[in-house]
């Protein structure tokens, strides 16, 4: 049983989230998508809101027979990952500016937890440069999002600032 922990914000998921689940779902048995709890971090959606939303949208897309589950997590990932007894972290990498970061964390997660492995997965290039935060700053000064984001989180989104 291969499991992999795909962990991030997803404030709000993104279709650049949706092709790495689906690229991750074609590798792994089962996929958690995890989001994490920050109390530092201002949100657009409450923790409750974006798992509600990821489990809608994930109805939605092509999973193939990989079983695929969206929880919250808080403190280490890793910490986390072992308590869900999970073989990997999945983690998408648009470009190199990502890689830097990514692999900060992919190191330290394999020096706190050596058994853990880190796999990078990159997006189609349509959504090479589409990030929760840009897509946020866009739609909150009143651009449109379509195609950037599944139609729900755009409602949601509009129901929100409302
Ligand atoms: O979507 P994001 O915000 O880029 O995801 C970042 C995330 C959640 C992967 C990272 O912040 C994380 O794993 N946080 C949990 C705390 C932790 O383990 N920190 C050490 C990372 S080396």
Known sequence: MRRAIYPGSFDPVTN???????????LFDEIIVAVLVNPEKIAFFSIEERCDILSEVLKTIDRGD??????????LMVHYAAERAANAIVRGIRA??????????????????????????MPAEEYSYVSSRLVKEVFQL?????????????????????
């Open 16 to 26: 650049g989230h949706l092709d790495i689940i689906q690229r991750g779902c074609k």
């Open 96 to 121: 190199i500016s990502d890689y830097e970061y990514e692999l900060q964390m992919a190191l330290m997660n394999r020096r706190l937890r050596p058994s853990l492995e880190t796999v990078f997965m």
């Open 142 to 162: 009143g651009a449109g999002i379509d195609g950037l984001v599944p139609p729900l989180v755009e409602q949601r989104m509009r129901e929100k600032i409302k």
């Open 66 to 75: 990989c079983h695929v589950i969206v929880e919250s997590f808080e403190g």
